[in-house]
């Protein structure tokens, strides 16, 4: 007794100093550590709300002008950019393909605008005026862009792959069983360590029940009325062992939930993943509503379904970094 004491307690202890090591790197190093770099910690927050622009873009139904305190916010961040940092960036060069887009979008609604309309308007034009001004990028593209499905027949894998894009234009038509198949058979071609597949997928198709998580997630705003498949990707905790492996439902699920999609793109389906990252009460609150065990860990839902217009699925389209941003290669 005394021995099986001993032995849990430094169990515990070696945890407890591992995940105390996570918890000061995401102090020290995390978006608002206390070492992170003014300018790194700008950009991605320039990044992320140029996303919220291209994405308001490849919805079922753009809102007019929408986005007012957003281009507000960006013209604040970017203007205090520019007096630290060259804005020759893959952040900012999103930022100028979103405000093209959405100025030549409005502009095509061939209407006038009223003067809460035009003080939007030249807040964008303003700021892509500045943009253009400290900057000079050569291949400005549109932040959106069609997929035609029929287009992707006979495409080698590579060619395949760089066509993947989450889509959030979806029809409502219900996946049938034997395509979930599939599906899932990719997905559990996921590679897992020591071959665990602790991986599970949960699948969802009544609209009740989805609204109902999706309204937990947050994430789905402006397209989630027209979600009617969707999965929850969990990895069971009970597969890991000690403290060396405290992250790993999180590798194996990415993997799994990567494969997932890939599944789904195999059979001409759209996807769009939406995050989990919510507090740990409404993850137990999508648990009780999905009735998952209590030993698995949500990793991400994932919407899918056919796109609405097969020959003209609208996607965001956002720029990638440069390949030697993202290639070190230690020599
Ligand atoms: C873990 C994860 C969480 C995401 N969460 C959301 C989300 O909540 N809502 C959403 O619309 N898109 C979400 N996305 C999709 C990203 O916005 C998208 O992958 C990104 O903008 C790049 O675009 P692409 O997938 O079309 O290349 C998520 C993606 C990942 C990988």
Excluded at 48 to 60: D, F, M, N, S, T
Excluded at 168 to 180: A, D, G, L
Excluded at 219 to 232: E, Q
Excluded at 242 to 249: A, D, E, I, K, S
């Amino acid at each position: 007794m005394i021995k099986r004491t001993i032995f849990i307690l430094i169990k515990i202890t070696k945890l407890s100093y591992e995940f105390f090591g996570d918890f000061l790197s995401f102090c020290f190093y995390s978006n608002y550590g206390l070492y992170t770099s003014k300018v790194k910690r700008l950009k991605y927050s320039i990044l992320i709300e140029a996303h919220r622009v291209e994405k308001g873009l490849a919805l079922p139904k753009t809102k007019l002008f929408f986005g007012k305190e957003l281009f507000q916010n960006l013209s604040k961040m970017i203007f205090e950019l520019s007096k630290m940092n060259t804005l020759n960036c893959v952040e900012v060069k999103k930022v100028l393909n979103a405000l093209n887009t959405y100025l030549q979008f409005h502009n095509n609604q061939n209407k006038s605008f009223n003067t809460e309309q035009k003080k939007i308007m030249d807040v964008v034009v303003t700021l892509q005026k500045f943009i253009e001004k400290n900057s000079n990028f050569s291949d400005l593209q549109n932040s959106t862009r069609q997929n035609n499905f029929s287009l992707n027949e006979n495409l080698s894998l590579r060619d395949n792959l760089l066509r993947r894009a989450s889509s959030r234009i979806f029809s409502s038509e219900i996946i049938k069983k034997n395509t979930i198949d599939k599906i899932i058979q990719v997905a559990q071609k996921a590679p897992s360590q020591c071959n665990r597949q602790s991986s599970r997928v949960y699948l969802f198709q009544k609209k009740e029940q989805i609204d109902k998580i999706l309204s937990i997630q947050g994430g789905a705003k402006g397209y989630s009325n027209d979600v009617h498949n969707l999965f929850i990707v969990t990895n069971d905790l009970s597969g890991w062992q000690g403290p060396q492996q405290r992250n790993q439902v999180y590798v194996d699920g990415a993997l799994f939930s990567m494969m997932l999609m890939l599944g789904i793109q195999a059979e001409n389906l759209i996807s769009c993943s939406l995050n989990l990252a919510i507090k740990n009460s409404d993850e137990k609150k999508i648990k009780t509503i999905s009735s998952i065990s209590k030993s698995e860990r949500l990793i991400m839902l994932i919407a899918f379904g056919f796109a609405k217009d097969k020959n003209r699925n609208i996607v965001a389209s956002s720029p990638r970094r440069n390949l030697q941003e993202v290639l070190k290669i230690n020599e």
